[in-house]
């Protein structure tokens, strides 16, 4: 089952533009992360939000996380064709903090940054 | 540190054959993953370790089996290939316990692109 599903499936923009992508999901949920993926590699933990932050930053990436309704976005500030890649969000549903994190992935937006 | 690792980065197998996927992680992280990822789709759960010795399903566990005999390592069977396993596999690894108890960052390996034919 998808708990998290990604808008757009895809995002192409010109280099220097910001690109916002956003993610809903439908259980309640411990932590809320970002993940990027290249063309052909594994994934890279990007940002990790909790269920009790609204906000954070890292270098030119701002993620928001709205419980209430159960959606997050992730904004990528003055692009750069480096970014061109795949973005996931993927949702920790665990209501009590126990057992092992087990998360769940969307089905991803591809970005791509034209020079 | 090499991180997550796995191996092979390519396969082909022809349907009923058996292979196995190893993954190693040198980060001494108490759980690891296996998932797999079909075209278009984001990663899916097939199974997970807490620990040496412990294994747990996930969401598309059949078909496959896992063991965990070392902490750093984790294998992923597959007894009777089929054409339904072609895919990307990748492994993951994170901290447990009281450090992932706020969550915590999954590090991924390359991944194997397995074709069954």
């Known amino acids: 089952s998808q708990q998290g599903e990604e808008d757009p499936q895809a995002l192409s923009i010109q280099e220097g533009e910001n690109a916002t992508m956003n993610c809903s999901y439908k259980?309640?949920?411990?932590?809320l992360q970002w993940y990027r993926q290249n063309s052909g590699r594994g994934l890279v933990h990007l940002i990790l939000?909790?269920?009790?932050?609204r906000e954070k930053h890292s270098g030119r990436l701002r993620v928001t996380l709205d419980t209430s309704k159960k959606s997050s976005s992730l904004l990528i500030t003055a692009s750069r064709a480096a970014d061109t890649a795949s973005y996931f969000c993927a949702t920790d549903p665990r209501h009590i903090i126990q057992g092992a994190q087990k998360l769940v992935f969307g089905q991803g937006t591809r970005l791509t940054i034209n020079p | 540190n090499a991180g997550v690792t796995q191996t092979p980065k390519f396969r082909v197998l022809k349907t009923g054959q058996s292979m196995t996927l190893l993954c190693a992680q040198d980060?001494?992280?108490?759980?690891m993953y296996w998932y797999r990822q079909d075209p278009g789709m984001g990663l899916r759960l097939i199974h997970y370790s807490v620990g040496e010795g412990t294994t747990a399903k996930g969401e598309v566990p059949d078909g496959y089996n896992v063991s965990r005999l070392k902490k750093q390592n984790f294998l992923l069977g597959l007894e009777s290939a089929a054409p339904s396993q072609t895919s990307v596999y990748f492994c993951?690894?994170?901290?447990?316990?009281?450090?992932?108890?706020?969550?915590?960052?999954?590090?991924f390996g390359p991944g194997t692109r397995l074709t069954v034919l």
């Open positions: 993951a690894s994170t901290h447990g316990g009281i450090k992932a108890s706020g969550g915590a960052t999954q590090y």
């Open positions: 259980t309640s949920i411990n932590n």
């Open positions: 980060m001494n992280h108490e759980y």
């Open positions: 939000i909790r269920s009790n932050e």
